[in-house]
């Protein structure tokens, strides 16, 4: 009796390390490619269309203009659709259109740092001053007059390490967009460059204003969401020894097949695919106008400003090649660009309780779902990850399930949009194996 027993525990566990490896090759095997039949891979085609029916009426209720909405069940490409205008001109939005995905560069930035930090060319603690010596001996801010922009300052005490600026614990702000007004008027007043712009600069000459400027908190003991990327795309030039962007286009986007992918736009056809940006007025969507920032910085001007943190243009399914990458463990399509032992560090949580939200931590290129987030319903499963853009773009990326979702917009300023969380929510609910 025990010797069968015996036999059939070893069977059993025999099946399941073959079912491990079964699920494992698929998992790595994901390539996303079109699927056409929902149904196969454990995704309800019905409540798929119930997701049209929220976008079609978001347009109808004017909260946005148009989307482009992708989901990826298993490697494939179960849910691709383009709703509504591409602007205020009337053109329709096109499932190929390209978006300004804004702070969606960040993890590609982060996970640009990563590859470098596999080939042993620097630790995740070292200070950003070994690389980039105007870093050296930062400041903090002790006192501020709001009306000449005069501060007084005081040793910081610690030097800004890179993982530090991976997870936005640096001290740096966000210029224009930062909630802090001191943060604001300062970089505003030494001319730092913290969206999109047309001018010809380089992010040499911007991260080294940056690095004169005082941080609002020692490193290390706050989360405040700020341009450490933007120093991280300027540390990748010096460590690689390529520009930025070309690095980025042969290491990443060419792998990856991420062809629609670049942070400027030189032809023509591409232009035209370009989603302008819009905001309403009295009620209605027009296109957005230059303000602090130009929206057309990706089709015009000097092109020169190859921002780590929000500079990149790309399409849905771009993006979803990207996350895809992630899900399979660091490759795609035969091309590893990362381990799969630094895709889990990249997951791992990084800020610790630094990071406010309950419902998330925050690793070292996105933030991460936790299981007090399981609990809040229609997030995903432990371990989603995501974020988000400027002009209301968003994503998540479930590993276990090996879901992916992606929402497309371009807008600005008050819209009562709903269709991100909702749209998560639905995407979640679909699975249906």
């Known amino acids: 009796m025990l010797l069968k027993t015996t036999l059939q525990a070893k069977i059993i566990l025999a099946l399941l390390l073959v079912a491990n490896l ?158 802090d007004e001191r943060i604001q008027k300062i970089y505003a007043k030494a001319g730092v460059v913290d969206l999109y712009t047309t001018k010809d600069i380089n992010i040499a000459q911007n991260v080294k204003k940056l690095a004169g400027l005082p941080l609002y908190a020692i490193p290390g003991e706050e989360w405040h969401y700020g341009e450490s990327l933007d120093v991280l795309g300027y540390f990748i030039e010096k460590v690689s020894g390529q520009p930025f962007d070309k690095f980025l286009e042969e290491r990443i986007f060419d792998p990856l097949g991420m062809q629609d992918t670049q942070f400027y736009i030189n032809d023509a056809d591409k232009n035209d695919r370009l989603v302008s940006v819009q905001h309403k007025v009295n009620g209605e969507w027009q296109n957005f106008p230059v303000t602090f920032y130009d929206p057309e910085y990706p089709v015009k001007g000097a092109k020169s400003f190859f921002s780590g943190g929000a500079g990149l243009t790309s399409t849905a399914e771009d993006y979803a090649r990207f996350l895809q990458m992630y899900i399979n463990g660091g490759e795609l399509n035969g091309n590893r660009i990362l381990s799969r032992t630094t895709v889990e560090l990249i997951l791992e949580d990084q800020a610790k309780e630094l990071y406010k939200d309950q419902n998330k931590d925050y690793g070292l290129a996105f933030s991460v779902l936790n299981k007090e987030g399981v609990r809040t319903g229609g997030l995903g499963s432990e371990g989603t990850f995501d974020w988000g853009g400027y002009f209301n773009t968003q994503y998540f990326a479930d590993p276990k399930e090996n879901l992916i979702g992606i929402i497309m917009k371009q807008t600005q300023g008050t819209t009562e949009d709903e269709t991100a969380w909702k749209f998560r929510q639905m995407a979640m609910s679909s699975i249906a194996d």
């Open 22 to 179: 079964v699920s494992a090759q698929n998992h790595s095997n994901s390539t996303l490619v079109q699927q056409t039949s929902e149904e196969e891979i454990g995704i309800s085609e019905e409540r798929l269309e119930k997701i049209d029916k929220m976008i079609t009426e978001a347009i109808s209720d004017k909260e946005i203009p148009g989307a482009v909405v992708l989901i990826a069940k298993d490697g494939q490409i179960v849910y691709h659709k383009n709703f509504g205008k591409a602007d205020a001109g009337g053109k329709m939005l096109k499932k190929n259109d390209i978006f300004r995905i804004a702070s969606q560069t960040k993890a590609i930035t982060s996970t640009a740092v990563m590859m470098l930090w596999e080939e042993g060319k620097f630790r995740l603690d070292d200070p950003i001053s070994k690389y980039i010596p105007e870093f050296k001996d930062p400041q903090i801010i002790t006192t501020f007059n709001a009306e000449d922009t005069t501060y007084t300052t005081k040793p910081a005490g610690k030097e800004i390490t890179i993982r530090q600026l991976l997870t936005h614990t640096s001290g740096l702000g966000y210029g224009r967009i930062d909630s």
